[in-house]
C-alpha cells in the first residue's frame, strides 16, 4: 500500500523560507507527475507547484519566482523549496502522485504557517 508522507511544515516569519518534503513508501510503484497541492481556511484546494517525471515543472502564478519544487526519482520524493514566503503562503500543504497506472495518491498534509 502506497503511502505518501509529508514533512518540513511549522512557523516562520514572513520573508523566511521552508523546505517541504514528501516521501512515498510502502510500494515500489513508480511514479509520474508529482505535485503540492494548499488549502487555506475556508478557500478550495489549489495546485502549487507539478513537475513531470523527467523534471518539467509548472507553478501557480502567485508562487513563481519564490517557491522551487524538485523531486529524486531513486526515492520516490518530492520537494518544496519556499522562500520569501508571505502570510498569504499560510495553509495545509498536501503532495499528490500518480502512478504509472493513473491512480493518484494524497498525503495526509503538513501545516504552513507564515506571521507578519
Known amino acids: 500500500q502506497v503511502q505518501l508522507v509529508e514533512s518540513g511544515g511549522g512557523l516562520v516569519q514572513a520573508g523566511g523560507s521552508l523546505r517541504l518534503s514528501c516521501r512515498a513508501s510502502?510500494?515500489?510503484?513508480?511514479?509520474?507527475?508529482m505535485s503540492w497541492h494548499r488549502q487555506a481556511p475556508g478557500k478550495e484546494r489549489e495546485l502549487v507547484a507539478a513537475?513531470?517525471?523527467?523534471?518539467?515543472?509548472n507553478y501557480a502564478d502567485s508562487v513563481k519566482g519564490r517557491f522551487t519544487i524538485s523531486r529524486d526519482n531513486a526515492k520516490n520524493t518530492v520537494y518544496l523549496q519556499m522562500n520569501s514566503l508571505k502570510p498569504e503562503d499560510t495553509a495545509v500543504y498536501y503532495c499528490k502522485a500518480f502512478g504509472i497506472t493513473g491512480t493518484a495518491y494524497w498525503g495526509q498534509g503538513t501545516q504552513v504557517t507564515v506571521s507578519s
Open positions: 513537475i513531470s517525471r523527467g523534471g518539467s515543472t
Open positions: 510502502g510500494s515500489t510503484v513508480s511514479f509520474n507527475t
